[in-house]
């Protein structure tokens, strides 16, 4: 089972794309994840469950109660989508000259490369008495952007998790419609 602390690992690895080398636009932007292996197990078809699971649930509520988990979604810079979510990037984080490894923009690359259409990164940091470290690797083909990363997170405990990911971002348009740019992001 996922925990918490995954989830916002995961999260964590679909934001590493932000950034101005990367060919991001202004707009709502689409995140899949492609595939994922935790501790060396492939997640990839638990998480498309676990996705298909909440689809479905969002789907057979009624109209009012899920027009507010939607607003609720959107106000936290997350919109549903049919194979991942949804984000809405701002111009500012558009033009960032480095990729964003976090929400909250507290964990800083350490290295970034850029060559031609590909950007590379490592970082390290420490939030809430878990250090994550990781590299990955970005790259731009039109109005998709397709990352992965492989990641090592310890807990205070010692507790450690292996993770390597790959997402994929598509271009949906320039209107963010109902999905607001992630918490502390303008």
Same mark, same amino acid.
Do not use: E, F, K
């Given at each position: 089972?996922?925990? #918490?602390? !995954? &989830? #916002?690992?995961?999260? &964590?690895? #679909? &934001?590493? #794309?932000?950034g101005a080398g990367l060919g991001l636009k202004p707009g709502l932007w689409e995140v899949r994840i492609v595939k994922e292996v935790v501790d060396g197990r492939d997640q990839t078809a638990q998480m498309a469950a676990m996705s298909d699971k909440m689809r479905q649930a969002l789907a057979s509520m009624p109209p009012e109660r899920r027009a507010q988990m939607q607003a609720m979604l959107g106000q936290n810079g997350v919109g549903a989508a049919d194979r991942g979510y949804r984000i809405c990037i701002t111009p500012a984080m558009a033009k960032r000259d480095t990729p964003m490894v976090d929400r909250d923009g507290r964990c800083q690359p350490a290295t970034v490369n850029h060559s031609g259409n590909r950007t590379t990164f490592e970082f390290s940091c420490t939030k809430d008495g878990v250090t994550t470290t990781g590299k990955g690797a970005a790259?731009? /083909? !039109? /109005?998709v952007i397709a990352t992965h990363v492989d990641l090592s997170s310890r807990d205070s405990s010692g507790k450690t998790k292996e993770i390597q990911s790959d997402t994929q971002m598509t271009f949906v348009g320039s209107d963010c419609g109902d999905v607001k740019p992630p918490p502390g992001q303008s």
């Open positions: 089972m996922r925990t #918490a602390s !995954g &989830l #916002a690992i995961v999260g &964590l690895v #679909a &934001l590493a #794309a932000y790259t731009v /083909d !039109g /109005d």
